[in-house]
């Protein structure tokens, strides 16, 4: 029905915030922030009308100062969280009713992990990366591996259990990767973000929760009906880039998979391009069949 | 009668024509004489000798022809010829026929008197006959007389030459007898002489006539006697044979009369074996004990030498003896013996490994190899001796494993060397630092490196020539002359020094410690420019002269020049890209931490270029000097205070601008690979720089002054960084975004005034 081609969004200031509508599970909406010093910054709501190609939008006014980060409740759909700095009083945090079991620090070259409970420290990567680190998200399906990224141009995959090594090391962007996640349904898909205008989408079968080559029961996702019988006879996946999208014109900050299509994602480049591709058709008929 | 006148006619024909011949053309008369006698006998004997025949034997008019026709020729003459010429043939013809009657005159009269001499000849002969057969008779009678006589005198002789005959024999008995009743005295002395091969002589000779008449009492009793001193006899030899102290060859000798003894063969030869073991091993021990625990012992020439001459030699009489001695055992015999020459052989194998193994750690190859030959030609003999215990097959094999394991100790040694002149090179790099002064510089340091692996890997190539030296014995096995030259020495040693040093090299890319403390840079730049030399000539230089050296015979593949090259160019590409990253790094830092720390809203007018960003192009400058290692590319721009192309674009218009400009640019690729030269590698330091300033100023928020900073800090690097960039467009591209966006980071964008602008930087 619709073919592979790019949707362009283009917004009318820089923007660095972006974020699917976590709770809405039937139409694919995005949430994007701009970041202005000069003019009322605005939240954009895109509706992606997946049947028409057909991007709808609504756009909230954020007059209290630039957007730095956004975050759409989990639970409620009518609530989100903005992350802003208003002139001349700093940065300041809210969290909204968003509530973190887990509270992550991202720290110059090292990845601290710790419980709210008690405080003390579970783990700590050091020297995660040569630079800063950017950004980092959790497997969906195995909770121990979590990727990161950072300023010297590395996605790495580690194993939280055994942190002196990193899994795996995607060296692909040619700058700083601001961003890096999972798809939530296929945890072998990985999207990364990076100043080099690039987002580059991955496919790490071999740390990836969904078995390959035989049949397995996963036991632990709902998409059962999608992906029904993994026949023997498929030919395991190497690790490799399955694309590079090349639409942004300047540096990528933000990328996200949408939450109700786990096929699309969308990605946000400063100046207010927001791109939203979808997994090539091959490789989606490869994982579902 | 037929006869003589055959042997008339030939010499009577010749003097008669040639003198008197009446034609003038002697030489043809000569030929027809010829032809006429070969016609003679050619047909038959009955025809007349005169009678003359032409060349054509059928033509009638031919006068010397057989089917001559006198009719047909008169005709003929008297119808061609006119009167004159009838009358000169008629006179001729006549003159001829005279000639002819004179011709046969003379050999009937010369034929006639021969055949008189004949005659008489023959009459005298029938009379000596005569006389001689009366003579032969009376011989005949005189024979038959001498015949009767002597018939006779052997008659009379007859009966006392066979009493002769009887005597004789009886004496001979007598005196076998006398030996026999004598043996038992004889070989007691023998015996106690110690004339051991004497004594079983004897007892040889006598035992088949014991044997035969032992039913006899007396004999019985000297049979007894001796097998006593013979069970004696062998008792002493196995005796002397057991105490072992006696060399080889006696031992020998005491198996080969205790053979002559009839001793079971089969025992002995066990019993020989098992002496010539205990000798044998009693040789090991010895070595083992030169081997000992104790470092210092013998040099390995000696201790192969004991080897060889001790067990080796040893093993050699034995193997000898034992293919005299047992020849008759055959194939079961040969087993044996080679079982026992491959098990002694292979403890003697295991010492001389141990032994070879201490050897590993000299670098020096001369006295190893020396030993290996010595080694390797001692077994060689005793090879010959027991092909089936294959010996020589086994030593070869030592060889060939000692030679792998140089090969891999040379090429460790190699490595080590790699090191240890990345070492050297490091230390001077830190040195001149601490000191405050000029070290030697990196293409002194390049050069040094250059050479010293270079004459490293000459002298490695020169020890293991050896190994193929011609006067060295293995070297013509097989081995040697070909895999080890092309397997081990080429791929093992020179290509595998070459590709560990290229991974050495690539190590230091992609050392954990990623924030450039680990590796200098320097280091890695000259480490870069040493594998683009090696890519360029080196490598070639090198399997070339290994190729020379060791005349690869081999026809397996082997890795060529070019992969290498590809390998080192690689390498160096890659050391060199981290060398831009690792420095681009450096910068960036420094750059972070100016743009991060500074509080941009509150800042004052800018009065000064930054002091970081001057100490940034320093830096810059630096490193610029330190390129100089990758010269190639001669910077022929001069030396000039401004950009000649740069027109500072407004700052409000910029956003339109760098747009536009995105449009038609190509992507930057920021951390792009880089090419052989100073300019390219600056230019990726550069982008770098200035990638890491866009992203940090774009965290930041910036007051008015703050801008202008920024604007001023822009402009000066503007001025300062074009020299040292390939494309100035692109320097022109990145600072304007910067100012960018500055601007959009600046709730106030008021931008300076470029001429004030370009007067601070003047001033900084």
Known sequence: MEDDAPVIYGLEFQARALTPQTAETDAIRFLVGTQSLKYDNQIHIIDFDDENNIINKNVLLHQVGEIWHISASPADKGVLATCYNRMSCGSQWETGRKSFHWLITISCCGIYRKAQARLCQIYCIENAHGQLVRDLDFNPNKQYYLASCGDDCKVKFWDTRNVTEPVKTLEEHSHWVWNVRYNHSHDQLVLTGSSDSRVILSNMVSISSEPFGHLVDDDDISDQEDHRSEEKSKEPLQDNVIATYEEHEDSVYAVDWSSADPWLFASLSYDGRLVINRVPRALKYHILL | ?764
């Open chain 2, 1 to 764: 009668m037929a006869a003589a006148a055959t042997a008339g006619s030939s010499p009577g024909s010749g003097p008669g024509d040639s003198p008197e011949g009446p034609e003038a053309e002697a030489p043809e008369r000569r030929r027809k004489a010829h032809g006429m006698l070969k016609l003679y006998y050619g047909l038959s004997e009955g025809e007349a000798a005169g009678r003359p025949a032409g060349p054509d034997p059928l033509d009638p008019t031919d006068l010397n022809g057989a089917h001559f026709d006198p009719e047909v020729y008169l005709d003929k003459l008297r119808r061609e010829c006119p009167l004159a010429q009838l009358m000169d043939s008629e006179t001729d013809m006549v003159r001829q026929i005279r000639a002819l009657d004179s011709d046969m005159q003379t050999l009937v009269y010369e034929n006639y008197n021969k055949f008189i001499s004949a005659t008489d000849t023959i009459r005298k002969m029938k009379n000596d006959f005569r006389k001689m057969e009366d003579e032969m008779d009376r011989l005949a009678t005189n024979m038959a007389v001498i015949t009767d006589f002597s018939a006779r005198i052997s008659a009379t002789l007859q009966d006392r030459h066979e009493r002769i005959t009887k005597l004789a024999g009886v004496h001979a008995l007598l005196r076998k007898l006398q030996f026999l009743f004598e043996l038992p005295s004889r070989l007691t002395k023998c015996v106690e002489l110690g004339a051991y091969g004497q004594a079983v002589r004897y007892q040889g000779r006598a035992q088949a006539v014991l044997q035969q008449y032992q039913h006899l009492p007396s004999f019985r009793a000297i049979q007894d006697d001796c097998q006593v001193i013979t069970a004696r006899l062998a008792q002493q030899l196995r005796q002397r044979f057991r105490e072992g102290g006696s060399g080889a060859p006696e031992q020998a000798e005491c198996v080969e009369l205790l053979l002559a003894l009839g001793e079971p063969a089969e025992e002995l030869c066990e019993e020989f074996l098992a002496h010539a073991r205990g000798r044998l091993e009693e040789e090991l021990r010895s070595l083992e004990a030169e081997l000992g625990p104790s470092p210092p012992a013998p040099d390995v020439l000696e201790f192969t030498d004991h080897g060889g001459s001790g067990f080796v030699g040893g093993l050699c009489h034995v193997a000898a003896a034992y293919q005299e001695l047992f020849a008759v055992q055959g194939p079961a015999g040969a087993e044996k013996l080679a079982a026992f020459a491959r098990e002694l052989g292979s403890r003697y194998f295991a010492l001389v490994e141990r032994r070879l193994a201490q050897e590993q750690g000299g670098g020096d190859n001369s006295l190893l190899v020396r030993a290996l030959d010595r080694f390797h030609r001692r077994l060689r003999a005793p090879g010959a001796l027991l092909a089936a215990a294959g010996l020589a097959d086994a030593a070869t094999e030592i060889v060939e494993r000692v030679a792998r394991e140089r090969l891999g100790h040379h090429l460790q040694g190699l490595r080590a060397a790699f090191l240890g002149c990345l070492t050297d090179v490091r230390q001077a790099l830190a040195a001149p630092r601490v000191a405050g002064k000029e070290g030697p510089g990196l293409a002194e340091l390049l050069a040094n490196v250059a050479s010293s692996i270079l004459s490293h890997i000459k002298a490695s190539l020169a020890a293991v020539h050896l190994f193929t030296a011609k006067e060295v014995s293995f070297s013509n096995k097989p081995y040697f002359r070909g895999e080890f030259c092309s397997q081990g020495v080429r791929e093992g040693l020179i290509v595998g020094f070459i590709r560990s040093m290229c991974q050495t090299a690539q190590s230091f890319c992609d050392s954990p410690g990623e924030k450039g403390g680990a590796t200098p840079p320097a280091l890695l730049l000259l480490l870069s420019r040493l594998c683009l030399d090696y890519e360029t000539a080196t490598i070639s230089y090198i399997l070339t002269l290994t190729d020379e050296q060791f005349l690869v015979q081999d026809q397996s593949p082997v890795t060529p020049v070019s992969t290498l090259c590809a390998e080192a160019r690689e390498t160096a590409r890659r050391l060199l890209t981290h060398y831009v990253k690792v420095q681009g790094l450096v910068i960036s830092q420094m750059l972070r931490k100016s743009v991060e720390t500074r509080d941009w809203l509150s800042t004052l007018e800018p009065r000064n270029v930054g002091l970081l960003y001057e100490e940034g192009v320093r830096k810059a400058q630096s490193s610029d000097s330190s390129k100089r290692t990758f010269s190639v590319y001669s910077s022929s721009r001069q030396q000039g205070r401004y950009a000649p192309s740069y027109t500072p674009s407004a700052p409000m218009d910029t956003n339109l601008l760098s747009n536009i400009q995105k449009l038609f640019s190509e992507r930057i690729d920021v951390f792009s690979p880089v090419e052989f030269n100073k300019v390219s590698v600056l230019t990726g330091i550069i982008k770098i720089s200035l990638k890491t300033l866009l992203e940090c100023v774009r965290l930041r928020t910036f007051g008015r002054f703050g801008l202008q900073q920024v604007q001023v800090d822009c402009h000066f690097l503007q001025l300062y960084l074009w020299r040292f960039v390939a494309d100035e467009e692109l320097v022109h591209l990145l600072l304007d975004e910067v100012v960018a966006s500055a601007a959009l980071r600046c709730p106030d964008p008021v931008p300076m005034e470029p001429s004030v602008v370009e007067v601070i930087c003047e001033r900084g």
